[in-house]
Nanobody
Framework: QVQLVESGGGLVQAGDSLRLSCIAS????????MGWFRQAPGKEREIVAA????????HYADSVKGRFTISRDNAKNTVFLQMSSLKPEDTAVYYC????????????????WGQGTQVTVSS
C-alpha cells in the first residue's frame, strides 16, 4: 500500500514563496508519474504539475507556468513543488498523487493520494 504525506503548506502573502514536499512510503515510485493537484473551495480538483518517473519530463498548468517548479528525488522517494510569486488565486488544498504510468497528466489515472496540505495566500 502506497502512502503519501505532504508538508510545507501555510499562510503567506502575495509574492511570497513556499516549497511543498511529498514523501512516499510502501513502494518505490521511481517508475511512476507524480503529480501535484489543488482544490479550492467550490471548485474541482485540478492538476498543477506532473513529473515523469525519471524527472526528465514535466507538465504545468498554464496558471502556474513560470512560477512553480516540480522536482523529485527518487533516492528519497520524495517529490517537491517550489512555488514562487504566489497569488491569492493559488489558495487551495494541495494534494500529492502517484500514478501507475511513467508519465501522466490525467487526474483520473492517479491512483494514490495524500491527505493534502493547505496553502493560503493573502493579498
Amino acid at each position: 500500500q502506497v502512502q503519501l504525506v505532504e508538508s510545507g503548506g501555510g499562510l503567506v502573502q502575495a509574492g511570497d514563496s513556499l516549497r511543498l514536499s511529498c514523501i512516499a512510503s510502501g513502494r518505490t515510485l521511481s517508475s511512476s508519474s507524480m503529480g501535484w493537484f489543488r482544490q479550492a473551495p467550490g471548485k474541482e480538483r485540478e492538476i498543477v504539475a506532473a513529473i515523469s518517473g525519471s524527472g526528465g519530463t514535466t507538465h504545468y498548468a498554464d496558471s502556474v507556468k513560470g512560477r512553480f517548479t516540480i522536482s523529485r528525488d527518487n533516492a528519497k522517494n520524495t517529490v517537491f513543488l517550489q512555488m514562487s510569486s504566489l497569488k491569492p488565486e493559488d489558495t487551495a488544498v494541495y494534494y500529492c498523487a502517484a500514478a501507475e504510468l511513467y508519465f501522466d497528466t490525467s487526474r483520473a489515472n492517479y491512483r494514490y493520494w495524500g491527505q493534502g496540505t493547505q496553502v493560503t495566500v493573502s493579498s
